[in-house]
Each structure stands twice: as C-alpha cells, then as structure tokens.
C-alpha cells in the first residue's frame, strides 16, 4: 500500500495525526493529511475550554469542525479530552471539591451527548499521574477532590456513550522501567478487577532526548494489554525523527495485537508543538521524511 492508512488498514490498525482546526484551510496541508491518515484527533478543539467556556454553555463550533472535515473524508475520530488539569477554561480552574467534580460530570456528558456514537475512542481522562520516581498522581484541583475522580470519569463517561472505547491517557508512560508506567499500569489492573469500564490506553510516545524511546516500550504495550485493554500509541512525535526509531514504534504496535494503531501528533515539522525538533513525517515543505517511508515499509511487511 502507498499511505499510511491503507498501509495500516492491511493488519485491521489505523494511522492517525492530530488535526488543528486553523489550518483546514490550507490546501497542502490537508491534501497530505486526507490522503495519509484514517483516524484524526482533534488538537485542541475538544478540550475543556474549548467546549465549555463558560459553565454550562458549550460550545462545539471548532469541534465539530475537525469532525466534519474527518468524517466528509472518510477518517473517524478519536475524542481528546474530557478530564485533564490543563487547559481548563477559568470557571473551571477555580473550582474545587465537590462543584469541580459535578462540574467534570457535567462536562463529560455535555460533550459526550453531542458527539454520542460518532466517536471511535475517547480520551476521558489525560496525563493524571506525576512525573518522576514517585509514582504519585500529579496535584491538581481534580486531584483533590478525591482519589476516585478517576474512576468517576470513566462511569460517566461509559454511561453517556456506551458506543465509544474509553481510554486513560498519558506521557513519559512507553519505558516499562519507569515509576510512572508502573502506577499507571496498577490503575488499569485496579480498573479491570473491580469493573470500572475502561477500554484502552493511550501511550502519547512524545520521544525526546530527556524521555527517548527504549526497546522495551513492547514489553509495556504487552503488559497493558495483558490487563485486557486495548493499546494505542496516540500522539506520536520523536526528536530528530530518526527513520529507525519511527520502524521500532510502528513494529512495536505491530507486534501487540491489541494495538489498535499509531496516531502522530501533527502532519508537517511545521505544524508540530515542537517544530523545532523536527519530529514528525513530513517536511515543512510537505515532502516525505526518511522516517516516512520507514513507517510505511514497516506497515507493508507487518
Ligand atoms: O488559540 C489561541 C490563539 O487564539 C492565541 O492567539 C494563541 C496565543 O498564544 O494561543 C492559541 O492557543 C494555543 C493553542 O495551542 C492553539 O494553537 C495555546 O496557547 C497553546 O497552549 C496550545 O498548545 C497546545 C497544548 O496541547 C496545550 O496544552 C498544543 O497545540 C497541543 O499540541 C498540545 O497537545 C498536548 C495534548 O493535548 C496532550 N499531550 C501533550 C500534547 C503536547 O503538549
């Protein structure tokens, strides 16, 4: 197969980017990303102060945007984010207790009504756990409401659109050697024994030099879905763009059978939130990266 998406579709996975509403109107832009890809996560579009800005009054204008764009070129969606400590509209930022947590319950369903059966996967929750050896949850106002806000997520979330996989999502998770991989996976094995309905997890894979790749990111993948959740690697980019760890992280999903597919956090170096890293497949000319056709040929002999 010649794009990434067709070239992903032969083992039953998809190949994804983000997608920022504000560039929809370039040409070049979405010329690649039409052709490439067969998922789209929306970059900001659905996150909280997008679609909340004040409380109660949503707003999908952005969204449904990306949405559409998607769905009129025949890509389905991965929602990104319901529950997260950033980018919080300011109502939300100065709640706590118990009006942040039945503002969160609000939220998901706000969002997840609208979009209700139009949504391949969702990140209900992002990036809750801290950073460094001590396998903590990151403080937050959702935080501290309660160790539980979690799992409340997740119950409200499956409730209010019991067609979407649900998914916890985070970064600097890939090694498996890592404190924070670790307390993560106890919270997906905590999740699958006492049923909160979680259905996957997204690995973010931002890879660069203080947070490389390691090998035993298959290890890590096997082990989630050993739990019996799905994997995903959901926003992809690597420093450098080295072709070589671009083929590890691609075979590292083909390996997993319940790897549901790779989603790269941007299309063009230009586009990426860490442009001057040169991370992600194509140029800024929109031209084919080294690490392009190592994808595509991993894809083709997986
Ligand atoms: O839209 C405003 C614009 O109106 C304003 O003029 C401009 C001035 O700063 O800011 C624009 O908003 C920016 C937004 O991206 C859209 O471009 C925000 O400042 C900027 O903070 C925001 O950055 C996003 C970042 O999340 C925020 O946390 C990046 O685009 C986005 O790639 C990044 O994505 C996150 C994932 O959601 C979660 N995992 C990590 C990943 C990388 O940080």
Redesign the pocket.
């Known amino acids: 197969e010649s794009t990434l998406g067709a070239a992903a579709a032969q083992s039953g996975r998809y190949f994804g980017t983000?997608i920022?509403s504000g560039r929809l109107g370039d040409s070049a832009y979405t010329s690649i990303a039409g052709r490439e890809f067969n998922v789209v996560t929306p970059?900001?579009e659905m996150?909280i102060d997008a679609t909340e800005p004040q409380r109660g009054q949503f707003n999908f204008t952005a969204g449904d945007r990306v949405y559409n764009w998607a769905v009129q070129n025949g890509k389905r969606v991965r929602g990104?984010?319901l529950a997260w400590h950033?980018?919080q509209p300011g109502w939300m930022q100065s709640l706590g207790g118990g009006t942040l947590r039945q503002a969160m319950i609000d939220h998901i369903n706000g969002v997840m009504s609208h979009y209700k059966g139009k949504i391949a996967q969702w990140d209900v929750v992002?990036?809750a756990f801290a950073d460094g050896s001590s396998g903590a949850r990151r403080d937050s106002n959702l935080q501290r409401t309660g160790n539980d806000w979690i799992e409340v997520a997740f119950r409200t979330a499956r409730a209010a659109d019991p067609a979407a996989k649900l998914c916890y999502n985070d970064?600097n998770v890939e090694n498996w050697t890592w404190a924070k991989t670790q307390a993560m996976y106890s919270m997906v094995r905590d999740f699958k024994q006492r049923g909160v309905p979680i259905d996957c997890v997204g690995f973010?894979s931002?890879f660069n030099n203080d947070s490389p790749y390691n090998s035993n990111f298959r290890t890590t993948l096997q082990s989630f879905a050993a739990l019996g959740v799905d994997v995903a690697i959901t926003?992809l980019d690597i420093q450098g763009a080295s072709a070589t760890t671009y083929a590890n992280v691609t075979n590292d999903c083909l390996a997993v059978p319940r790897c549901l597919g790779l989603t790269v956090?941007g299309v063009r170096d230009t586009d990426s939130?860490r442009s001057e890293q040169t991370p992600l497949l194509f140029n800024g000319n929109g031209g084919k990266k080294p690490a392009y056709t190592a994808v595509l040929d991993a894809l083709n002999s997986g």
């Open positions: 983000a920022a970059e900001n996150k990104h984010t950033s980018q992002n990036e970064y973010q931002h926003e956090w939130w």
